[in-house]
């Protein structure tokens, strides 16, 4: 067998296409947009080589028109799941012994394919199915699932380079050994890209998986399963499923061959997890690998010398594109009195300048929120705010489920810095703003840092390079992802690895080697080429 230490092609981040009136991008996505819109599909689960359909169907909606059904899921249920299990560790040797360069190639394939003749595809249904515009569709399902799978081939050969010293006579070798069982991926509705990159990750290192996504990215997670085929995925690798989140999980969590997790979703889901698998941790064969990426009270702090301008653009921006349902959103701001009527000004501005509607109308900055469960949540909140003598709605505030989940980019002015929207995550289109008095930008800090018990992604803004670092080092807990003068989302893969701790996860960064490193186990291997023959040493002599 010929063999050879290989030098991956080098990772480049892939361009963001502009999608700017007359370009060809936008006349391609446009047409197939169309075309998949009028389609109904039939999407089913895919277990080892079979596409399984239960006939037990559920619809997949349009966010913006919820009357309007794209296809539907075959649902499955425990059998399913145990079949998914059964799949992927039948799978697990052949894949596990693949030499690295091949799995490797399986996923550049895939990575090119939705660079070239995948990428419009991927990103309308990531429009239709999710309520994304086109250019948060094209940086999520196109740009950034595309460099999490170049980059992570570059971080697993990285890995697998790593290697010990040897002494002479010794030759000590490391092996980055896939988990012994198989993974679970269980990914959220909000990234398709985080969709695609929790199960590869896992794969690409040689792990076999069983993925459920969420019930409402099931439209683009199918597109996905049907590019890795393409590519030249081998069947039971990866194991696509769609069961209740309990279901799924009382037969996982109890599986002696269950070896880890790789999870996006919200806290409380994840505490659950982690507590299952703690009751259940005398039944495995190996102490399970939980990775988790959670929710986010994400802040942006100014302090008096910042700028007006850039300032309220990072607000509009952080906190309502992808109407604000990115675990990274800007959710809280503090700003002082100094800066508050300029910025407020600008603010308000953006906010009435918004256009709201479907994705297909390129010029709507803001769509629909998820599904009516979501909604709802949501509107509580402006609805209490509306009623509270300590906050205002000083911008939006309304909202209308008629035709699809539409609310208002909402901004809310809150004279109690501990007032339930400084706080708590909503997950969608409110910002709530804390102005404090210019002169205790100290004890602000120390406000930020307490006020939520999350810890994922954060920005500050100013001009004073000591009030910076001030901030940099006191909030050094307060956000895995900490940006200066800009907004707190837009993390790229390479650039910007993500993840945050406290209760915003186990910080392991997707988008770097610290990730997949999480999906190896290594074994040490030492050789002695001339093994001694007598067992006494010189300190023994005479």
């Known amino acids: 067998m010929a063999t050879g230490f290989f030098r991956v092609p080098t990772p480049v981040n892939e361009p963001v296409r502009s999608y700017a009136p007359g370009s060809p991008e936008r006349a391609e996505l446009q047409r197939v947009y169309k075309e998949l819109k009028s389609k109904e599909l039939d999407v089913p689960m895919y277990i080892g080589g079979e596409e399984v359909r239960t006939g037990n169907t559920h619809p997949m909606l349009q966010p913006h028109d919820h009357q309007h059904i794209l296809g539907q899921f075959h649902e499955g249920d425990a059998s399913h799941v145990e079949q998914a299990i059964n799949a992927a560790l039948a799978a697990r040797e052949e894949w596990s012994n693949m030499a690295w360069e091949h799995r490797a190639s399986i996923f550049l394939k895939a990575a090119d394919l939705l660079a070239g003749p995948w990428r419009a595809k991927l990103n309308a249904a990531t429009m239709l199915g999710q309520s994304k515009n086109a250019y948060q569709a094209e940086i999520d399902s196109a740009c950034e699932l595309v460099d999490f799978l170049r980059f992570n081939v570059q971080y697993a050969t990285e890995i697998y380079r790593m290697q010990p010293?040897?002494?002479?006579?010794?030759?000590?070798?490391?092996?980055?050994?896939?988990?012994?069982?198989?993974?679970?991926?269980?990914?959220?509705?909000?990234?398709?890209?985080?969709?695609?990159n929790l199960p590869t990750s896992a794969a690409m290192m040689g792990n076999v998986v069983v993925w459920k996504p969420a019930y409402t990215q099931i439209y683009a997670a199918h597109m996905i399963m049907e590019l890795l085929k393409e590519a030249g995925l081998p069947d039971g690798v990866i194991n696509l499923i769609y069961v209740d989140g309990p279901v799924a999980g009382d037969v996982i969590f109890n599986h002696a061959d269950f070896a880890g997790i790789h999870f996006t979703g919200s806290t409380g889901v994840f505490q659950s997890i982690w507590k299952s698998i703690g009751n259940n941790i005398q039944k495995y064969k190996a102490y399970p690998r939980i990775v988790g990426e959670t929710g986010g009270k994400d802040f942006i702090l100014a302090h008096r010398t910042a700028e007006a301008k850039p300032l309220a653009t990072a607000i509009t921006r952080g906190a309502f594109e992808y109407q604000g349902q990115k675990c990274s959103a800007a959710s809280r701001a503090y700003i002082p009195n100094n800066l508050w009527e300029e910025v407020k000004q600008y603010v308000i501005e953006d906010v009435q300048s918004f256009k709201m509607g479907p994705p297909e109308d390129f010029s709507n900055f803001i769509n629909a929120v998820i599904d009516e469960k979501s909604f709802d949540k949501i509107t509580r909140y402006i609805d209490n705010a509306k009623n509270s003598n300590e906050v205002e709605v000083i911008a939006g505030g309304n909202y209308d489920k008629s035709k699809g989940y539409f609310i208002e980019p909402t901004v809310l002015l809150s004279h109690n810095p501990q007032y339930v929207t400084m706080c708590e995550e909503i997950f969608g289109p409110v910002i709530t703003i804390y102005v404090y008095n210019e002169d205790n930008f100290e004890d602000t800090l120390e406000l930020v840092s307490s006020t939520s018990p999350y810890g994922l992604t954060g920005a500050i803004f100013g001009r004073d390079r000591y009030a910076i670092e001030l901030a940099t080092k006191k909030l050094s807990d307060s956000a895995g992802n900490f940006y200066i003068n800009d907004k707190p989302t837009g993390a790229v893969v390479g650039q910007q690895p993500f993840g945050g701790s406290r209760a915003s996860g186990t910080n392991d960064k997707a988008g770097s080697m610290l990730n997949l490193l999480r999906w190896v186990s290594a074994r040490s291997i030492k050789e002695t080429f001339v093994p001694p023959v007598d067992y006494r040493y010189p300190f023994m002599g005479e």
């Open 165 to 196: 010293e040897s002494s002479p006579g010794v030759w000590n070798r490391m092996e980055h050994r896939p988990l012994e069982g198989f993974v679970f991926a269980l990914t959220p509705f909000n990234f398709t890209a985080i969709a695609g």
